[in-house]
């Protein structure tokens, strides 16, 4: 019996000591899973907060207005007012040398606040200066690719005064490369966010997280090693500084499956906990997939809203938007800009002869050929169909004209198409803008005016807009005006010219129709016929002149208007006995 109860005692013994020991590990594997998933999370939150500053941070805007030459106006309304609306306790604008010129705090009573974050935060300067350097300019960066989208950055928690912050480092980049920093080392935004009870209570509401509570970290504290023996059997997170010491502790009541399998059937808790782990994998798969395809097509609509589908340049509102910018920098007492509207002499031939789609790739390569013209700091736009505008920065008029000549050149050597080799050409009008107080609109209208006056002067060349030829638009819209009232009120009049047969008998009048203007007097038929025809108003000065006629004869007039593929007129006249008239 002994020696049977001995090993059934052994074999309990040792059945039961297995269970606790695999309980143990599982509640210790439970513990330290916890803390990853925190620990990650808290990673994860810090990026947050240090994306929030790529906003504001990778800008072309804030390169001009930060680096360049600081406008503490402009810093006010885009750093300050953007970190304090979105929770955060403080900004700071750092120069090229990491000295303050601009502070702006959620505390304006606590003045030391801004000055001890400075101090606080010289490793996290450091890296990003360091990251800075490895970088390179940013003009070696836009040589290659369109725009800077990546974050020079760092990130880190502190503590002051008994309260711990997240402090994050960011420097000021160009995206688009319209402004470059004119030193080798840029501005640097400094944002500091409190970490609070709300974070402990957030960090609970994702993490599932049962009775976490956060404190400061001891002196010489330093991190958690993979199985951590912490008192109570408590979970621990930690808050690290820049030198990666702890500075701020989690602690929460990790679950205990251990004691859990122990009351329980292992089997089936197993084959749950293995069924729900794949199922969760499964889970994020499909919802990092589904992330991946919404964050790409939300870029791609941006990008479609500010560019063209065909060639990728920017569209009439990126262009409108880039004018009231460049029109800012002149009133902040920029140098003046020129605005150039271009348009091919030949498209429609080319779209009547060859089909669209080889209208598309000419426009493909004619936004090439444009891109190629202009300087880095210029800005191409499409229009539409096949028209381009160009804003030229900082512009003479000896460097517009230029600029337009290298276009007019360019466009004039033949292009290799599928089709064949074509000879298209291009008109130019250009528009210099000295004033930055005019609408972006009027500085576009001119330049299509000037373009206007190209193109009748015989394409291929570019003109420079003046006030004549506004004046010109006007005068000639004022005198639709004036036909349109003159033909309202049946001012215009009609001389008759006989005509006669080789007897010398009349046998018609030929109606001649004159209009003596008001203030001008005379306006010759060879200026108001064609503006008629311009406006609209052709058929009704044709009318005008048919029923004047006949009643000036003296008949009766029964007119019918029918209306078809053409529209005419029939017209049945009585005559007094005597008069010969001809229709």
Not at 272 to 278: D, I, N, S, T, Y
Not at 364 to 384: F, I, M, N, P, V
Not at 395 to 421: F, M, W
Request: charged residues 20%.
């Amino acid at each position: 019996m002994w020696p049977w109860l001995a090993v059934s005692g052994a074999a309990i013994a040792l059945v039961v000591g297995a269970q606790l020991y695999f309980a143990r590990i599982a509640d210790d594997a439970a513990l330290n899973r916890d803390r990853t998933i925190v620990q990650t999370g808290i990673a994860g939150w810090k990026k947050e907060i240090a994306d929030k500053s790529s906003s504001v941070t990778i800008w072309d805007e804030a390169v001009q207005n930060l680096a360049n030459a600081f406008d503490a106006d402009w810093a006010g309304t885009n750093v300050g007012a953007y970190f304090l609306d979105n929770d955060y306790d403080a900004a700071i604008v750092l120069n090229g040398d990491d000295s303050p010129v601009y502070k702006a705090s959620a505390e304006p009573e606590n003045g030391e606040l801004p000055g001890q974050l400075v101090a606080a935060s010289a490793k996290l300067i450091d890296k990003v200066r360091r990251a800075e350097i490895a970088r390179g300019s940013a003009s070696s960066v836009l040589q290659t690719q369109q725009s800077i989208s990546e974050a020079v950055d760092a990130t880190a928690a502190t503590l002051l005064n008994g309260r711990l912050f997240i402090l994050t480092a960011a420097l000021v980049q160009p995206d688009f490369g319209n402004v470059l920093p004119s030193a080798d080392r840029s501005a640097i935004i400094l944002s500091a966010m409190e970490v609070d009870e709300a974070f402990v209570d957030a960090m609970s509401q994702r993490f599932l997280l049962t009775g976490a509570h956060m404190h400061l970290a001891a002196p010489g504290d330093t991190l958690l090693e993979e199985f951590p023996v912490v008192e109570n059997r408590e979970a621990r997170a930690d808050l690290v500084d820049g030198a990666g010491n702890p500075v701020g502790v989690i602690d929460w009541n990790p679950p205990q499956p251990g004691k859990s399998l122990l009351m329980q059937i292992m089997p089936p808790v197993i084959v749950g906990m293995l069924g729900l782990a794949g199922w969760a994998i499964v889970l994020y798969q499909r919802s990092r997939k589904a992330t991946q395809r919404l964050v790409a097509s939300e870029a791609r609509a941006a990008h479609l809203a500010y560019h063209d589908s065909l060639t990728g340049l920017p569209n009439r509102a990126m262009l409108a938007d880039r004018m009231a910018h460049a029109l800012a920098g002149i009133r902040r007492g920029g140098k003046s800009i020129a605005v150039h509207c271009i348009d091919l002499d030949r498209f429609k031939e080319v779209n009547d002869s060859y089909g669209h789609e080889a209208g598309d790739e000419l426009i493909r390569k004619t936004a090439h050929l444009l891109s190629k013209a202009c300087r880095q700091s210029d800005t191409l736009a499409r229009l539409g169909g096949d028209e381009f505008a160009i804003i030229q920065l900082d512009a003479t008029p000896d460097t517009a004209a230029q600029l337009a000549e290298r276009i007019v050149k360019s466009l004039a050597e033949p292009i290799d198409l599928a089709a064949g080799r074509l000879f298209i050409g291009a008109s130019v009008g250009v528009s210099m803008i000295p004033d930055g107080n005019i609408e972006p609109a009027e500085g576009l209208r001119q330049a299509d005016l000037a373009l206007y006056r190209a193109k009748d002067a015989g394409r291929g060349r570019y003109t420079f807009f003046d006030c004549d030829m506004d004046a010109s638009v006007k005068g000639r819209r004022a005198l639709q005006d004036d036909l349109r009232a003159a033909l309202s009120a049946k001012a215009l009049e009609l001389h008759y010219q006989p005509q006669v047969n080789g007897r010398s008998e009349i046998v018609g009048l030929e109606a001649l129709v004159r209009w003596k203007h008001p203030t001008r007097g005379h306006i010759s038929p060879t200026v108001f016929i064609p503006l008629a025809e311009e406006s609209g108003l052709i058929d009704d000065l044709g009318m005008f002149t048919l029923l004047k006629a006949f009643e000036d004869r003296g008949g009766s007039v029964c007119l019918n208007r029918f209306r078809g593929w053409d529209k005419w007129i029939s017209a049945s006249v009585m005559l007094r006995p005597g008069l010969a008239a001809a229709g």
